[in-house]
């Protein structure tokens, strides 16, 4: 294995000076701007912002992902050029490719292809993919780490906790102790490409019966900790499947391929996708789903999927013991009675599409972003009663809603979503669940511990 891929001391350092330069020198010309009425390239920005992001990689890199994927949270020109770090970041040369694959399989690595396009055709926060194919003919992905990143990703976590720390010195809305820890657990875990190939046999296990959702095939004899090798999988984007196809029965149809894509796994398995932005999968013509990634995969107690749903039951029903039982058992800890209710508004709020058994848009507000509205009202509320601490499980599981709440608001997609969800819980059995996790955590070979 290449040295440099350890996570050394002078990697660390090399990095956080990396970090301060690419973004110190945008963030002083936005503040020239701001507060001296300066002229300083205000339409050059966005594109700086993106390259020099895009150039960083890692988690710094992923952020600006994240906020691309939500309507309207950023300027439209900021977000049409952070849109293209999804599978379209800048990508490193064909001397880093070669160096890099004979890192991984050996000087003579070009013997496990028939052909191998050194150029990449998508390159995103850990890594980049080049288009291949096997010795049997078949086109293949190859996804390749960038070098240094586990420095890269130790250095970048150790900025999010400060920038976290001292965030959270003027607004206590939310304690982000928990988030930290888990973002963590799961953006290391992403670094490991055996993982990811396990996590890839345990969802191709998971949708085996669903014939709109399609899951590579791993190429395990050309794949390392560091290089992943897969099946190639044809698809668009999904932004660009909407512009190609403004039928509202084609729209409906990928978003409930999306809805079933994402909870068949939940609710009968207790794992989640935790990344569902944009780069993370494709459309085909006929609406079928590709799934794309899998670095980033959590793995709950069955007992949090039933707190999931006693929540939907408690809120539906009016039982509010259930739906305070349901914070408890996912660790939300003194919990008073204006709190309880603050919550109870932002589960209302997700909930609401699952609550009517009717066809309707996810979001009936005319809010150009998924939420807006009841995360600040929410977050106000959480502001003046000092504060909540979110349990580390709740992390995942919130961001998949919110993100594929976006998903569905760009689809501008009118579904019954109640018909959907009742599919999914209707016979739900906690040690159903628990057994059908474990033998498929044991056939994937997926590490179990959290």
Not at 43 to 71: F, H, R
Not at 141 to 166: F, G, H, N, T
Request: glycine share 6%; hydrophobic share 40%.
């Amino acid at each position: 294995m290449d040295n440099t891929e350890n996570n050394s001391l002078s990697g660390r350092i090399k990095r956080y000076a990396k970090v301060t330069g690419a973004v110190g020198g945008i963030a002083a010309r936005v503040a020239g701007q701001r507060y001296l009425g300066l002229n300083l390239g205000k339409q050059e920005m966005p594109a700086d912002l993106k390259l020099a992001l895009g150039n960083l990689k890692g988690p710094v890199m992923k952020v600006a992902q994240i906020l691309a994927t939500i309507p309207d949270a950023l300027p439209d020109e900021y977000v049409e050029e952070l849109r293209q770090l999804q599978s379209n970041a800048p990508s490193m040369g064909r001397l880093f490719v070669k160096r890099r694959m004979s890192a991984e399989l050996g000087k003579d690595w070009q013997s496990n292809f028939n052909s191998f396009n050194q150029e990449a055709v998508a390159a995103a926060s850990l890594g980049q993919v080049h288009r291949a194919k096997s010795l049997g003919g078949q086109t293949v992905a190859c996804k390749l780490q960038y070098p240094d990143m586990k420095s890269a990703v130790e250095a970048d976590l150790k900025q999010l906790r400060l920038v976290m720390s001292i965030y959270q010195r003027y607004d206590n809305a939310i304690n982000a102790s928990e988030i930290y820890k888990e973002l963590s657990a799961r953006i290391r875990e992403e670094l490991d490409y055996i993982r990811e190939g396990r996590n890839m046999a345990l969802y191709r296990l998971m949708l085996a019966n669903e014939e709109t959702v399609h899951v590579p095939d791993l190429i395990e004899t050309a794949s390392t900790d560091r290089l992943l090798t897969m099946t190639w999988l044809d698809g668009i984007p999904i932004l660009d499947f909407i512009k190609n196809n403004p039928e509202l029965e084609m729209r409906n149809l990928v978003a409930e391929n999306m809805f079933r894509a994402w909870y068949i796994p939940f609710y009968l398995y207790g794992i989640i996708h935790g990344d569902p932005h944009l780069g993370n999968y494709s459309i085909r013509p006929n609406g079928d789903i590709n799934l794309l990634d899998f670095g980033c995969i959590r793995v709950f107690p069955p007992t949090f999927v039933k707190g999931v749903i006693d929540l939907y039951i408690g809120l539906r029903d009016g039982d509010e013991e259930l739906a305070v039982n349901a914070y408890r058992t996912w660790g939300f800890e003194n919990l008073d009675r204006d709190t309880i209710d603050v919550l109870n508004h932002w589960a209302r709020f997700v909930y609401s599409p699952l609550m009517e058994d009717k066809v309707r848009r996810i979001q009936e507000t005319n809010s150009g972003v998924y939420g807006k509205e009841v995360v600040e009202k929410v977050h106000k509320e959480l502001r003046r009663l000092n504060g909540v601490k979110p349990p580390r499980e709740f992390v995942l599981m919130d961001r998949a809603a919110i993100g594929l709440g976006s998903v569905f608001l760009h689809l501008n997609a009118e579904v019954n979503w109640y018909n959907i969800f009742q599919e999914l819980i209707s016979d739900f059995d906690v040690s159903e669940v628990a057994s059908r996790q474990n033998e498929a955590l044991k056939t994937a070979k997926v590490p179990t511990a959290l």
